[in-house]
Nanobody, 117 residues
Framework: QVQLVESGGGSVQAGGSLRLSCAAS????????MSWYRQAPGKEEREFVS????????SYADAVKGRFTFSRDSTENTVYLQMNSLKPEDTAMYYC??????????WGQGTQVTVSS
């Protein structure tokens, strides 16, 4: 059974940093298709934050480029989102997503990030 467990969220002041983690278990073939999304308060849809491209290079939404870093550990079972220079507009529930090569998608339960001004 596939599981994604996020951690690392919290409350920080603007300019602060947080590191989110997402630990994946239950699937060997899907772990390369991991990404981060977020859903801000009052918004109905989740927005893309970061992912690895087909060459394993991270790509980022314009809103976080230069401030967030997406990485994974050597086992490739855990991915991280290092978030620096946080802004109040980064406040959201952050979700880890895993997409398998055949299209099946899994989501974690989310971790809350709150940035105060």
């Amino acid at each position: 059974q596939v599981q994604l467990v996020e951690s690392g969220g919290g409350s920080v002041q603007a300019g602060g940093s947080l590191r989110l983690s997402c630990a994946a278990s239950g699937s060997t073939y899907c772990r390369y298709g991991m990404s981060w999304y977020r859903q801000a308060p009052g918004k109905e849809e989740r927005e893309f934050v970061s992912m690895f491209d087909n060459y394993g290079r991270p790509s980022y939404a314009d809103a976080v480029k230069g401030r967030f870093t997406f990485s994974r550990d050597s086992t490739e079972n855990t991915v991280y989102l290092q978030m620096n220079s946080l802004k109040p507009e980064d406040t959201a529930m952050y979700y880890c997503k895993m997409r398998c090569p055949w299209g099946t998608t899994y989501w974690g339960q989310g971790t809350q990030v709150t940035v105060s001004s």
